[in-house]
C-alpha cells in the first residue's frame, strides 16, 4: 500500500503542473486585465497603475508570470489579493473549513440518501415505490440544481412555523442576532444548501446502485448463498451490497469533484461563506491572484479525492492488491 501511495502522488505531480498551466494561461487570457478597475477610476492617474503592474510583475511576458507564481507556490506564498493586499492564504483559510463542512455534509446525505434508495429499488424491481424512485430521480437528474435551489428557496419563503420563524433558513451560517455559534443553529442552516449541493450525488448513486444491485441479484453466488439456507438478510448484506458497492465507489471521486465546483454555485445561492464564494467574487473583480489560488487548491482536492476513491476500492474488493 505505501509503495501504490507513494507512487500515485508521484504521478500527480504531472498532472498538478498541466492543469496549473492551462488555468494561469485561461485566467489570464480573460479580458481586460487585473488592473481595470484601477484605469476606471479617474482618480488614479496612468503612472500609478503602470507603477502597480512593475509591482506586480505584469509587465513581464507571461511565461515569466507563470514561473515566479509556481516558485512562489511551492514555497508556500500564494501572493496577495489585488484588492484588498491581503496574503492569499489567509484569505483562503478562513473559507476554507466553510467549504469542507458543506462538502462533507453534501456528500454523507449522498450516501444516506442515494444508496438505500437504490438498494431497496434494486430489491423491489417493478413495484410502484421503483417507479416513483426512477421517475424522481430521473427529474432531478434533468432539472439544474442551482435553478432547483432558488425555486425551493422562494417556495420556503413563504412556509413559516407558528412562532413566525422560516421552517429552513435561506442563507447564512447563523440567525441575526446570535454572536455566539450555535451548533444546533449552524446544522439548521447547514442542512438546506448541502442537501442541494449533494443532490447530483445521492441521484447518480441511487441509479447505479439499482442498476449494480439488479445485476449481482442474478450471479450465481447469491444463488449458491440462497441454496445454502442462509437468511435473506446475510445474502442481502454480505453478498449483494458489497458486491453493488463496488462501482459506486469508483464514482465517488468524480462525485466528490462535482462536489467542489457545484459549492461555486451553491454558496452564492444560499450565501455560504465558503471558498466558491471568494471565487465568484474574486472572478467579478479580475482579483487574479485569489482565482487562481482558489482554483489551483480545488484541483489539489479533486485529485486526492481521487487517490482516496482509489484506496476505498480496494478496501471494498479485496481482490485489488495495490503493491
Not at 176 to 199: N, R
Not at 293 to 317: H, K, P
Amino acid at each position: 500500500m505505501s509503495r501504490y501511495l507513494a507512487r500515485r502522488l508521484i504521478q500527480t505531480i504531472p498532472v498538478l503542473f498541466i492543469i496549473s498551466v492551462i488555468q494561469f494561461g485561461l485566467i489570464n487570457a480573460a479580458p481586460g486585465g487585473p488592473l481595470r478597475a484601477y484605469l476606471l477610476n479617474p482618480d488614479i492617474r496612468t503612472e500609478d497603475v503602470t507603477r502597480l503592474e512593475h509591482e506586480y510583475g505584469l509587465d513581464q511576458p507571461l511565461p515569466v508570470q507563470y514561473f515566479n507564481w509556481m516558485g512562489n507556490i511551492l514555497r508556500g506564498d500564494f501572493g496577495r489579493s489585488y484588492f484588498t493586499h491581503r496574503p492569499v492564504m489567509e484569505a483562503v483559510m478562513e473559507r476554507l473549513p466553510a467549504t469542507i463542512e458543506l462538502g462533507l455534509a453534501a456528500t454523507l446525505i449522498s450516501y444516506l440518501i442515494g444508496i438505500p434508495l437504490g438498494v431497496y429499488a434494486g430489491l423491489h424491481r417493478g413495484s410502484r415505490i421503483d417507479h416513483v424512485i426512477r421517475f424522481s430521480t430521473s427529474i432531478l437528474n434533468a432539472v439544474p440544481h442551482w435553478w432547483l435551489g432558488l425555486v425551493i428557496i422562494i417556495i420556503l419563503a413563504n412556509i413559516k412555523l407558528a412562532t413566525g420563524v422560516l421552517l429552513l433558513p435561506l442563507g447564512g451560517t447563523k440567525t441575526l442576532g446570535k454572536e455566539d455559534l450555535d451548533p444546533i443553529d449552524y446544522l439548521w442552516h447547514l442542512f438546506l444548501p448541502a442537501l442541494m449541493l449533494g443532490t447530483g450525488g445521492w441521484v447518480t448513486f441511487g441509479r447505479y446502485m439499482r442498476s449494480e444491485t439488479l445485476e449481482v441479484l442474478g450471479q450465481d453466488f447469491v444463488r449458491t448463498a440462497r441454496a445454502k439456507g442462509l437468511r435473506e438478510r446475510v445474502v442481502i448484506y454480505r453478498h449483494v451490497f458489497r458486491n453493488a458497492l463496488i462501482p459506486v465507489v469508483t464514482l465517488s471521486a468524480g462525485i466528490f469533484v462535482g462536489l467542489v465546483s457545484g459549492a461555486v454555485i451553491t454558496e452564492n445561492i444560499f450565501s455560504w461563506p465558503g471558498m466558491g464564494r471568494l471565487l465568484y467574487d474574486a472572478t467579478l473583480k479580475k482579483d487574479y491572484p485569489i482565482s487562481i489560488g482558489v482554483v489551483f487548491i480545488f484541483t489539489i482536492l479533486a485529485v486526492l479525492g481521487r487517490l482516496l476513491s482509489d484506496i476505498m476500492y480496494g478496501w471494498v474488493d479485496p481482490r485489488i492488491r495495490y503493491d
